[in-house]
Each structure stands twice: as C-alpha cells, then as structure tokens.
C-alpha cells in the first residue's frame, strides 16, 4: 500500500524556517518525481514545487523561489521541503505528492505550517 | 498559464454533473482532476484527460477538447458532494476549484 507521511509541521514566526519531511512507503521511491502541494485554510490547492528522480532537476512556484528548497533521500525514501523567509502568506497545509502517468496519484495527509508572531 | 473553473455547480440526486476547466488550448495537454472532501486529503479521480484510477466509480468521466476539459459525474450521489480540483500535466497549475452541491 502506498503511504505518504508528512510530518515537522508547526508554528514559526515570521522570517523563521521550517523544514517538513515526507516519509514514503509502498513503491519504489526512487523511480518517482515528487511534489508539493500546499493549501491556506479555506482556500484551493496552489502547486509549490517539485523534483525529478535522481534530484537533478527541481523547478518552483515564483512565490516560494529563492526561500524554499525542495530535496529528497533516495536511500531513506524521504522527501523534504526546507521553507526558510517565511511569512504569514505561507500558512497552509503542505501536501507531498507522488507524480504518476501525468497527475498525482497518491497524496498524503499534510503537514500543516502556521506562520504567525 | 491559468486554469479557470466555477466557483460552485449544484446537482440534484441522480442527475448529471458538468464542471468545466479552462485554459489556452488546453486540449493540447493532459487534464487530471482531484477531489477533495473536508478536512481530507485531494484524491485523484481523473488522469490523461478521461482515465480513471483503480477505484474510482464509473460515473466519474471526463473529455478534453479546445480550450476546455470536463468532468462529468452522471447519476451524482450525495457523497459525491466535495470540491473539484483540474491540474495540466506539464504545467503546474491547479484550477481554482469547484464545490459541488449536491441538493
């Protein structure tokens, strides 16, 4: 069975980072791009960031670039987000995502990220 | 690139539901959908434009065609009561979402 497990969630305070972890169980991790998805309260999803297989290639929203740092761990089958310049407009439930045949098939239950002083 | 969805569409029990997505040419493009249910986690239902993953019902359809992708829900039940999400596959966009009232 699949599994995507988000966890390192919590409240920061402005200007404060926060990395978020995504432990990934039932494939084969490695073969996969990965996503994350991340979504304010009450609001839609808005795409964040991604990265390919081997970690060669990562591509980000214009909103995030720069601040944030999408990375993975091939061995431990984990994928992360370091957030860092964070602000009140980054409070939002990040999803991690598995990329299959052209659309995310396999989401997990969010790390919710709370950007307040 | 943008993709635009209605804000709500409402259904009756047993009829038909349309929600579209909109965007440049999208049909050059492979459109999946997500539902999502409050407090859970987006699940796909659509993928490659009309595709439909491992336990998604039957009544869930979509097409693709100029400027506009579809998802169809015929014969709507109350549980399909949720919002709507398109995504393109090489551009990472998501619609605005669509709730949809089932009443």
């Known amino acids: 069975e699949v599994q995507l497990v988000e966890s390192g969630g919590g409240l920061v305070q402005p200007g404060g980072s926060l990395r978020i972890s995504c432990a990934a169980s039932g494939f084969t991790f490695r073969n996969h791009w990965m996503h994350w998805v991340r979504q304010a309260p009450g609001k839609g999803l808005v795409w964040v960031s991604q990265v390919n297989s081997d970690q060669s290639s990562s591509k980000y929203a214009d909103s995030v670039k720069g601040r944030f740092t999408i990375s993975r761990d091939n061995v431990k089958n984990t994928l992360f987000l370091q957030m860092n310049s964070l602000t009140v407009e980054d409070t939002a439930r990040y999803f991690c995502?598995?990329?299959?045949?052209?659309?995310?098939?396999?989401w997990g239950q969010g790390a919710l990220v709370t950007v307040s002083s | 690139y943008e993709l635009t969805q209605p804000p709500s569409v409402s259904v009756s029990p047993g009829q038909t539901a349309s929600i579209t997505c909109s965007g440049n040419n999208l049909s050059d493009r492979y459109a999946a959908w997500y539902q999502q249910k409050p407090g859970q986690s987006p699940i796909l239902i659509i993928y490659?434009?009309?595709k439909r993953p491992s336990g998604i019902p039957e009544r869930f359809s979509g097409s693709n065609s100029g400027n506009t992708a579809t998802l169809t829900i015929s014969g709507t039940q109350v549980i399909d009561e949720a919002d709507y999400y398109c995504?393109?596959?090489?551009?990472?966009?998501f619609g605005g979402g669509t709730r949809l009232t089932v009443l």
């Open positions: 995504q393109a596959w090489d551009i990472s966009v």
């Open positions: 490659q434009d009309n």
């Open positions: 995502a598995r990329f299959h045949m052209g659309a995310l098939d396999y």
